[in-house]
């Protein structure tokens, strides 16, 4: 992990902290095959990189992260080609849906109308980065 002071380290335990973590990565761009889900250990892996908004307006970088889900019962896509593991996606939110207290599911959206649906026992989550940021050439933007 990054010694970087800039670096984000979060821990999502409740609804509210999920929020935040969905907030700082809003806009990562990561491949289809750098997702992974692990059934005997029940855990959901992402490599992303963030675009780091914390920055500012002016600041143009992003830095590799890594989001780990834990207590993950099960995995669901849709419109997410599996077999194209060198396909781009954008990570638009992070949503809870409850369910059985202190389960239910965690929904990714991406850009496009792709997204991932984590059934889960609890909200067990973190996104740490892992790298060195980066310049990046844009910063990213949203139709109105």
């Known amino acids: 992990m990054s010694t970087d002071q800039g670096s984000l380290r979060l821990l ?9 973590i969905s907030a700082a990565l809003q806009d990562a761009v990561g491949l ?4 992974a889900f ?4 029940q855990r959901l892996t992402l490599g992303l990189n963030r675009f780091r908004w914390e920055n500012g307006v ?6 590799r992260t890594g989001l780990q889900f834990g207590s993950v019962l099960s995995v669901q896509t849709k419109n997410l080609r599996r077999d194209a593991k060198a396909a781009v996606v954008e990570l638009l939110a992070v949503q809870f849906e409850p369910g059985e ?4 599911v965690v929904h990714l959206v991406f850009a496009g109308g792709g997204d991932l649906r984590a059934q889960v026992e609890c909200i067990d989550v973190i996104a740490a980065d892992l790298s060195a940021p980066w310049p990046t050439p844009r910063r990213p933007g949203h139709k109105a």
Do not use: I, Y
């Not at 692990?38 to 250990?41: E, L, M, N, P, V």
């Not at 207290?101 to 239910?104: H, R, V």
């Open 12 to 20: 999502a335990e409740d609804a509210e902290d999920l929020a935040v």
């Open 32 to 35: 289809v095959g750098d997702m």
């Open 38 to 41: 692990d059934a005997k250990t």
């Open 58 to 63: 002016r600041a143009k970088e992003r830095v």
């Open 101 to 104: 207290a202190p389960g239910g």
